[in-house]
């Protein structure tokens, strides 16, 4: 009895360690350490998305950050040089999307200082792109699925990917599709933003 019990102290005091190892050396789930411009933000990289969401205002170019409804900050936004002329369609049409989307990937060393980025395409997307002939049966599912298991779509087909909200804005400049905001507001939105929070862009 006490040699099972000499075991399970030990046990105990072992798992006690590991636990106190993984805080000490600031565990994040992540498969590689921050170490970009974002490693020295308090960046949120738990699975919590604490009821935060984005609105991307197309026509006032305006990023709206809510928590529990409650707006926190507004910020200026550089979008698509194309993209009064619709919603995004093909890959390379220099437009932003519009519709639901969450945040499927976070980037500290992004070449735009830190960048969210977005689940597009979305389901609707892939539905419209398959109907259209521009994506075939396999994308088209393979999107679905991601977009159902809340990860990261194919950003490789033809109807283009890897949208995202980053840094180094350039006043009155344009993207080739994302959602670009002052480095200052980008340090916010890190902070605030983890995976899966949802994001709107819209009108």
Not at 55 to 60: E, F, G, Q
Not at 85 to 101: A, I
């Amino acid at each position: 009895m006490m040699k099972w019990a000499g075991k399970g102290y030990r046990c105990l005091i072992a798992a006690a360690l590991v636990m106190a190892m993984a805080v000490s050396s600031n565990v994040t789930g992540y498969a590689e350490p921050i170490s970009g411009p974002g490693a020295a933000i308090a960046a949120g990289n738990s699975a919590s998305v604490n009821n935060v969401t984005i609105y991307v205002s197309k026509r006032t170019k305006t990023l709206s950050l809510k928590q529990n409804g409650v707006l926190i900050a507004e910020y200026p936004v550089s979008l698509g040089a194309s993209s009064s002329e619709g919603n995004k369609k093909v890959e390379g049409d220099m437009r932003t999307p519009s519709g639901e989307f969450y945040v499927c990937t976070r980037n500290d060393k992004s070449v735009a200082y830190l960048a969210l980025g977005l689940s597009y395409p979305a389901i609707k997307d892939a539905e419209r792109g398959y109907a259209d002939g521009i994506i075939t049966q396999a994308q088209k599912d393979e999107i679905v699925k991601a977009n159902l298991e809340g990860k990261q779509p194919p950003w490789d087909t033809p109807l283009g990917g890897a949208i995202e909200i980053h840094g180094c804005r350039v006043p009155e400049g344009t993207t080739h599709g994302c959602v670009a905001v002052d480095n200052s507001a980008m340090d916010v939105l890190w902070n605030y933003c983890n995976l899966g929070v949802p994001v709107t862009i819209g009108p």
